[in-house]
Each structure stands twice: as structure tokens, then as C-alpha cells.
């Protein structure tokens, strides 16, 4: 950044009293070094630099640009050709717009207006300075300019216009032109309004009388200064009376103290200025921390997500494979009993089957001697089977295990935020935050009174508002019954103490705005 060490070295002219200040409106010297142009930059701010300050402001932030492109883009201007001087290292492999936009952060500042510059625009220097013509033949570049006939004239016009007696005694003062002494052939008139006075009175014998000739060409040839009055006068005047007592010295004296004053101002305004562009700068430094500091919250915060979500997949995973296990534990015993009973059927009916088999296939006095054996088998195994029915149960469907903290799981997940102390807007200072509290029992209403101004409207005097939502919970009762719909009591809750009024949504004549309280400033600090 160009600071006010760059500033302080600029250099007043010391021949000031050679030249004359530059109106605002021209652009006959350099807005930087404050020297007659010999080579014009203009920036898209507005403001005109000379090649040397725009090497000198490069130099600052370490950017080289090439002398001869300062030269080829001043030697265009006079060929009424467009030159644009992009301030930026060339590249062999990108334009210099699009290095531009790739790279903005080493783009040039304006040491004035601490613009960004982009580009330059060579402008002829002595076409600029002879911007304004002449507004009788409007052909040359003003002289002069005069306060009774309310225009700018060249030195030629000038002299016609004022050769007349009638015009003659008109004021007229140089005007600037070209960054030099303008208008130097014109003598500095007196501007003492007693020999003016005398000049009228002298007028009255005639203009051939030799104290109004002696006093009309004293009057063109104004060589002093009087401090007191701050007037220019003629060396005529000097030697009155009026004068005897004041301090006046020559025009190049009374030059040099006011250039001594001047200066000593516009010191004071760049010291101001330049505090003034240390804020800018912390400005431009907090923008640049700030983005630092939001891709580093983002990343932790991304980084805290995935730390998060894979710990919680990791848990879901694990329960899954709970009831992976369950499920093959159940379907294992299951798969047992079934075996099991398919066993004790499969025998069962066998036996039944060899028996009636053996009814079947048996004489009749066999089977009758042999019927006892059988039955006492089939019963045996009756017997073994009511065993086993009476020991076994019918199966049930297995109870898989179901989340039991998902609910204090999601109210965690919504408490999760940005502790408060990290604001950086409260680092810096730019804002502060004070609590709003009642004045007789400082019960807490509100807590960011600095959001105050933003939702406050104020009504009734010493009432301002506050939206509902920035109360603190139970800091204030809104009473229903007392007052009117339109205007009801705000109490607070701790002492009980009316502080201020609201108006209810359904009241029909309400004096408040609905959604706000409006608290009294003398209740509350």
C-alpha cells in the first residue's frame, strides 16, 4: 500500500510565486505530485497521474512496468489514438485482462481515493490543460476572467473588450492554463476598495486628469500585499495613510507565507487522510482475514461432519450387526427344535406304520396271540410323544431390540452450534453489546442491545420497541385485563413494575405495532 511516508516526499514548487493553483476542475498538473504534466495517465477514478508517479506507485507494490510503454502510450495520445496501459507483469501464456482477473489482489491503488486500478488511459497533457477556450472568440485558451462581465477571456479578447473607458475598471484575475504563470502579460489590478473609491471620484474631472491618469496606471500595477486585509494593492496605495499602520509586503513574500499556511493544512489533512487509510487498510485486512478465517471454519465444520457422520455410521453398522446376530441365533434354535420333532414324528409313524403292517399280514391266531406285544408298543410310544408335547411350547416370534435414546440423540444433534465467543465482529470492536435491564430491579430484557436500533421504532415519546422474539423468556408479563385492548400494561416480572405497554392483535383501535412491546426509557437502563 502507498502510505503517507510517499505523501510527505511530495514537493511544493518553490517558485510558487511563478505559478498559479489550479482550479478543481482542470487537469493541467499532476493530482499526485501536484507537478505540470509532461506525460498524462488517467485512471477510471478520475484522477491524472504523470509517468513518473505511476512508476512511483508501481514501485511501491513491487510491479514492474516497462518505461517504453509509458512512452508509446504518451506518443499515441498526441496521434489521437487509444492507448490503455494495463498495470501488470506481461505474460507469455495470458492476456494481461485475463491476468487481471486471475490475480486481483496485486492490482495498483489510487494513493487518493484507494480505488482499484485496473488499467491507465494516456491522455494528451496540453489538449487537457486547454480544455477550456476562450468564451468570446472561443478559439484560445483563456486569460483572464472577469466579474462583472461574468465570462473567461483570452488575452486578445481581453484587451478589446476592456479598451473602452466604461470597462476599463472592470476586476479581472489570471486564470490557470498549461501549469505556468497564465495570462503572465496581465497585470495584477488593485483590490483596494479606497482606491477604487478615488479612482470613481477622480473619474468625475475626467479621464485625461493627471491624478486619475497616475492613479489608473498605479491601479494596473498592483505589486503588494496587505496581511491585514488580504488584499493585493499598488505600490500608490502603500504609501497612504490607511496603509501607514498595516504590514504589507511584496508579492513574492506574501506567496511564500501563504504557501507556508497552505501547506501547513494540507499536512494536516493528509495526516488525517492517512489515518484515514490505515482504516481502509484494517478494513481491507479484516475482508481478507475474515475469508481466511471462513474457510477455515468451513473446513473444521465439513472435518467435525465427517467425523461425526462416521462414527454414527459405525454405530449403525454395529447395530445391524446385532440383529444380523439375533436373527441367525433364532433361526439356529429354531432350525433344532423343528429337527427334532421331525425325528420323533418320523418314528412315531413308523411304529404305526409296523404295526398295521403286521394286522394286516398276520394269520388271524398269530395276530391275536402278538396283539398285546403290539399295543403295548404303540402305547409305549404315546406315552413318549405326550412327554415331548407337554415339554414343548408353540414358537413365538423373536422381539428384535428397538433404538431407545433416537429422541435424545436428535435434540443433541439440535443443540449442536457455534459457541458465542467466536464472533468476530465482537474481536474487532466494531460493535458492542450491552444488556437492557429494568432500573428498579435490573431483571435482564433483553440481552444484544445492539440489535436495538435495527428493530426499534419508536412511538410515544420515550417508548421504543422490541420485537417479542429478543425478549429474554419470563423477563416481562403482558397483562390482558388492565387497560385498555389497544393499550395494555408490560410489567416487569421480577418487582412487578410497569416499564412499558403493547396493544393486543385482535384490538381494534391499536397504538402500538403488533408483534413489538414498547418499553419506556425511563424504566428500564
Excluded at 140 to 153: H, K, N, W, Y
Excluded at 195 to 205: E, Y
Aim: hydrophobic letters at 35%; proline letters at 4%; one cysteine or more.
Amino acid at each position: 500500500k502507498l502510505t503517507m511516508s510517499r505523501l510527505s516526499q511530495v514537493q511544493i514548487p518553490s517558485n510558487l510565486s511563478s505559478s498559479v493553483i489550479q482550479p478543481l476542475d482542470e487537469r493541467g498538473f499532476c493530482d499526485f505530485c501536484c507537478k505540470s504534466f509532461t506525460t498524462a495517465f488517467e485512471l477510471p477514478c478520475g484522477h491524472c497521474y504523470c509517468g513518473e508517479c505511476v512508476l512511483a506507485i508501481a514501485q511501491q507494490e513491487n510491479i514492474e512496468i516497462p518505461a517504453e510503454q509509458l512512452r508509446d502510450a504518451a506518443e499515441s495520445a498526441y496521434l489521437d489514438k487509444p492507448q490503455t496501459i494495463f498495470i501488470q507483469q506481461l505474460s507469455q501464456t495470458a492476456s494481461q485482462t485475463q491476468y487481471l482477473q486471475q490475480q486481483p489482489e496485486i492490482c495498483l491503488q489510487c494513493p487518493l481515493c484507494l480505488k482499484q486500478i485496473s488499467e491507465l488511459k494516456s491522455v494528451n497533457p496540453t489538449r487537457r490543460c486547454h480544455s477550456r477556450l476562450c468564451q468570446e472568440c472561443n478559439a484560445a485558451p483563456r486569460a483572464v476572467r472577469c466579474s462583472q462581465c461574468q465570462c473567461e477571456l483570452c488575452e486578445q479578447c481581453d484587451a478589446k473588450l476592456h479598451s473602452f473607458s466604461t470597462t476599463k475598471s472592470h476586476l479581472r484575475t489570471p486564470v490557470a492554463n498549461a501549469g505556468n504563470m497564465v495570462g503572465a502579460s496581465v497585470q495584477l489590478e488593485c483590490k483596494s476598495q479606497m482606491h477604487q473609491q478615488q479612482m470613481q471620484n477622480l473619474l468625475l474631472k475626467g479621464d485625461q486628469h493627471p491624478l486619475y491618469v497616475e492613479a489608473s496606471n498605479a491601479f494596473q500595477q498592483a505589486e503588494f500585499y496587505c496581511m491585514e486585509d488580504r488584499q493585493i494593492i499598488c505600490k500608490y496605495c502603500k504609501q497612504t495613510e490607511f496603509y501607514k499602520n498595516k504590514r504589507v509586503i511584496s508579492l513574492t513574500e506574501a506567496v511564500q507565507l501563504r504557501v507556508q499556511e497552505l501547506r501547513q493544512e494540507t499536512d494536516k489533512c493528509r495526516q488525517l487522510t492517512g489515518e484515514l487509510r490505515n482504516l481502509v487498510f484494517k478494513y481491507e485486512e479484516c475482508d481478507r482475514l475474515d475469508d481466511s478465517l471462513y474457510q477455515i471454519a468451513l473446513s473444521e465444520l465439513r472435518t467435525a461432519k465427517d467425523v461425526v457422520m462416521s462414527q454414527v455410521a459405525a454405530k449403525f453398522d454395529f447395530l445391524e450387526q446385532q440383529l444380523v446376530k439375533i436373527l441367525e441365533k433364532r433361526q439356529q434354535k429354531c432350525e433344532v427344535d423343528k429337527t427334532q420333532l421331525q425325528t420323533v414324528v418320523g418314528q412315531m409313524m413308523d411304529s404305526v406304520s409296523k404295526a398295521e403292517k403286521h394286522m394286516l399280514t398276520r394269520q388271524p391266531g398269530v395276530f391275536l396271540q402278538e396283539f398285546q406285544l403290539l399295543i403295548n408298543e404303540i402305547q409305549q410310544k404315546q406315552k413318549i410323544l405326550l412327554i415331548d408335547l407337554e415339554n414343548r411350547t408353540e414358537p413365538k416370534r423373536t422381539a428384535f431390540p428397538r433404538l431407545e435414546n433416537l429422541d435424545q440423540l436428535k435434540e443433541q444433534l439440535q443443540q449442536l452450534k457455534f459457541n458465542e465467543t467466536m464472533s468476530l465482529i465482537e474481536q474487532v470492536g466494531f460493535q458492542q453489546k450491552q444488556n437492557i435491564c429494568c432500573k428498579n430491579c435490573s431483571n435482564v430484557i433483553v440481552q444484544n442491545a445492539s440489535q436495538l436500533k435495527q428493530v426499534a421504532k419508536k412511538q410515544k415519546g420515550a417508548l421504543f420497541g422490541l420485537l417479542l422474539d429478543t425478549v429474554e423468556p419470563d423477563s416481562v408479563a403482558l397483562e390482558t385485563t388492565k387497560g385498555q385492548p389497544g393499550s395494555r400494561p408490560v410489567v416487569c416480572r421480577k418487582c412487578g413494575k410497569d416499564i412499558g405497554r403493547w396493544s393486543q392483535p385482535d384490538a381494534v383501535d391499536k397504538k402500538f405495532t403488533p408483534g413489538y412491546i414498547f418499553i419506556s426509557q425511563n424504566e428500564v437502563k
